[in-house]
């Protein structure tokens, strides 16, 4: 079975710290994403990346860059924590042409 | 722009037989999905359709009217276990790969 892991499961953060989430995949695949979700808004896409080295912004990526160096981690990156990235973030990735995501297990992120 | 409108929560009793509607408005269509997300947990892939019909896998089923713009997610003899958020998602109409998803149906399974 792919595994996609994600370093934490929580983190606490202080505002304006930069923030770094991790997401490792296991399986080759190229298309990587990261989402947030939150209560009635769902999962926003901030960023995806269908190759290393190559980004692409989400329906949500201001406040956000990431990092992709190597196929198997997909960096998000929080320039500058604000409160209102409080949120459930979840990393997924997909091979081209298959039909369902996994998803890593989330990391919940507080910022205070 | 693309959208799906799924209810925001549905309770049924256990045993019972539950359907899970989802209506999406896309400028294209590729197939939609379902996944399953525990309160805590990781989203998780149930199914997937492309054409129109009934997809059986177990107690879960997957149906989709392309004509309609219309799918649904039926789960028999409910357990207690299948108490979570279920989402439907539609591809990106240009960017393969990409999701959106709508904003989930929380189902309560009572005893």
């Known amino acids: 079975d792919v595994k996609v892991t994600q370093s934490s499961r929580y983190l606490v953060k202080r505002t304006g710290e930069k923030v770094f989430l991790e997401c490792v995949q296991d399986m080759d695949h190229e298309n990587m994403f990261w989402y947030r979700q939150d209560p009635g808004l769902g999962l926003r896409l901030i960023y995806f990346?269908?190759?290393?080295?190559?980004?692409e912004k989400g329906d949500i990526p201001e406040g956000y860059s990431v990092s992709r160096e190597k196929k198997e981690r997909f960096s998000l990156i929080l320039e500058s924590a604000s409160t209102n990235q409080t949120s459930m973030y979840l990393c997924?990735?997909?091979?081209?042409?298959?039909?369902?995501?996994?998803f890593g297990s989330g990391t919940r992120l507080t910022v205070v | 722009g693309q959208s799906l409108e799924q209810p925001s929560e549905v309770t049924a009793v256990e045993g019972a037989i539950v359907q899970i509607n989802c209506t999406y408005q896309t400028s294209g269509f590729y197939g939609l999905s379902w996944y399953q997300q525990h309160d805590g947990g990781a989203p998780t892939f149930l199914s997937y359709?492309?054409?129109?019909g009934l997809e059986e896998t177990g107690r879960f089923s997957s149906f989709l009217s392309r004509s309609d713009s219309y799918g649904y997610l039926l789960l028999q003899e409910l357990q207690m276990k299948d108490s979570a958020s279920y989402f439907c998602?539609?591809?990106?109409?240009?960017?393969?790969?990409?999701?959106?998803f709508g904003q989930g149906t929380e189902l309560s399974v009572k005893p």
């Open positions: 990346s269908y190759d290393v080295k190559m980004k």
């Open positions: 997924a990735s997909i091979p081209p042409g298959a039909t369902g995501y996994t």
């Open positions: 998602a539609v591809p990106h109409h240009n960017q393969g790969g990409k999701l959106i």
């Open positions: 359709n492309a054409l129109d």
